[in-house]
């Protein structure tokens, strides 16, 4: 008999996931702080409750996947909270990029009860949300992630169990160093064409699929090109993840010299109340720099 699933957190990364377990046939139930984001899962065959408790009492396998820190510790405690309805051989597996070091604490919490944790953040977007290709690394045990395979494959593609609890935190971390390196570096280059007074389109094509190509620039350069700022992942949401990056280097001693760069630029989008654009506006502070503007 396959093992009911539990999601909770049905934002931009969270409901497509959620989508494509119900789509894949899996028994699923739903819960979001915004309940019109559950009953729109429920409209094609996902359970809608009304509290992260009554996913847990329901579910063998209980999903999170939400913003940040504090919501998995909202989520996870109190009287409606998950840690309340979980039992012994249930298994969390928290989606969310969050702190390495309060994973270790919630998955030790889950621990006590008899159940299992796996930290499994996941990258590519909210495009791979709803494709199903998403990128998971996971952290834990072994055998836990065995289990949890034939779930994650109905919305990643790259399903990579990493080390021990925690490790798969510390590895999206290293996911994100690269992406904003890497949205820098795309953002200058653009620029760079711009101002040379280059076709942007045909530059983009030219150099692609050479040493140079990446998904941002595969995905984000064709956005930014004709100014489309909406998000498959947004500035602030960004922004936490490299605040978890800069916290993370300073317990290790490790320099981040570039990401710490790309920090104050989009805080700086931030204060001209851009932190609702997609990460892929880090331009727009080379543009400020500059006084040039892409696709112009």
């Not at 249930?90 to 989606?95: A, E, M, N």
């Not at 490299?242 to 104050?264: N, S």
């Amino acid at each position: 008999m396959s093992e009911r699933i539990g999601f909770i957190g049905l934002g931009i990364m969270g409901s497509g996931m959620a989508r494509n377990l119900v789509e894949k046939g899996h028994d699923v139930t739903v819960w979001n702080r915004t309940t019109s984001r559950a009953d729109e899962l429920a409209a094609v065959g996902a359970t809608a409750v009304d509290s992260p408790k009554a996913v847990a009492e329901s579910c063998d396998i209980t999903m999170i996947c939400v913003s940040d820190t504090p919501d998995v510790e909202a989520v996870l405690h109190g009287g409606q909270g998950v840690l309340s309805g979980l039992g012994e051989g249930q298994l969390v597996i928290d989606h969310s990029t969050i702190s390495p070091s309060a994973t270790l604490r919630f998955a030790e919490e889950v621990g006590d009860l008899g159940a299992f944790w796996l930290d499994a953040p996941v990258s590519g977007g909210s495009e791979g949300a709803a494709r199903g290709t998403l990128s998971i690394m996971i952290g834990g045990d072994a055998d836990q992630f065995e289990r949890s395979v034939p779930f994650l494959e109905a919305f990643g593609t790259t399903i990579t169990h990493v080390g021990p609890t925690g490790a798969g935190q510390l590895v999206k971390l290293v996911n994100q160093i690269l992406v904003v390196g890497t949205q820098l570096a795309v953002s200058e280059a653009l620029l760079f064409a711009e101002a040379g007074g280059l076709d942007l389109e045909k530059t983009l094509s030219a150099v692609a699929g050479g040493a140079a190509g990446s998904w941002m620039l595969s995905n984000r350069g064709p956005q930014m090109i004709v100014r489309d700022w909406r998000p498959g992942f947004t500035i602030d949401l960004q922004q936490k993840d490299l605040r978890l990056v800069l916290e993370a280097a300073d317990e290790l001693g490790a320099p981040v010299v570039g990401t710490g760069l790309v920090f104050q630029m989009y805080r700086a989008l931030q204060r001209r109340g851009l932190g609702g654009d997609g990460n892929h506006a880090l331009v727009k502070a080379l543009e400020e720099m500059s006084g040039i503007t892409l696709g112009t």
